[in-house]
């Protein structure tokens, strides 16, 4: 059984950082590419980031330069890491793991969704 737990949400001001974490069980982490991906009010859920088995990672344009996405095989673990937070990043935001090492934009690329953590942030 798959699981993925994710936590770090919380409120945070305009210009401020979050930490997202996500704990994974169940199937080899380290062979499995790994995404986060958000969904805000009245809003489709999107794409923010994915990390390869290797390490390659992709993002979103909107949070280039701004967030920053990494793994610790050793933990089974995925991050990320948000810093100049804006109030369009306002979402909840899901941690999921691919089909494959290779990561996706297109949600139908993962298998296993965690339950989701919500990032507020303030103007």
């Known amino acids: 059984q798959v699981q993925l737990v994710e936590s770090g949400g919380g409120l945070v001001q305009h210009g401020g950082s979050l930490r997202l974490s996500c704990a994974a069980s169940g199937r080899t982490f380290s062979s499995y590419a790994m995404a986060w991906f958000r969904q805000a009010p009245g809003k489709e859920r999107e794409f923010v980031a994915t990390i390869s088995r290797y390490g390659n990672t992709y993002y979103l344009d909107s949070v280039k330069r701004r967030f920053t996405i990494s793994r610790d095989n050793a933990k089974n673990t995925v991050y990320l890491q948000m810093n100049s937070l804006k109030p369009e990043d306002t979402a909840v935001y899901f941690c999921?793991?691919?089909?494959?090492?290779?990561?996706?934009?297109?949600?139908?690329?993962?298998?296993?969704w965690g339950q989701g953590t919500q990032v507020t942030v303030s103007s």
């Open positions: 999921a793991t691919a089909r494959s090492g290779i990561g996706y934009s297109r949600d139908s690329g993962y298998d296993y």
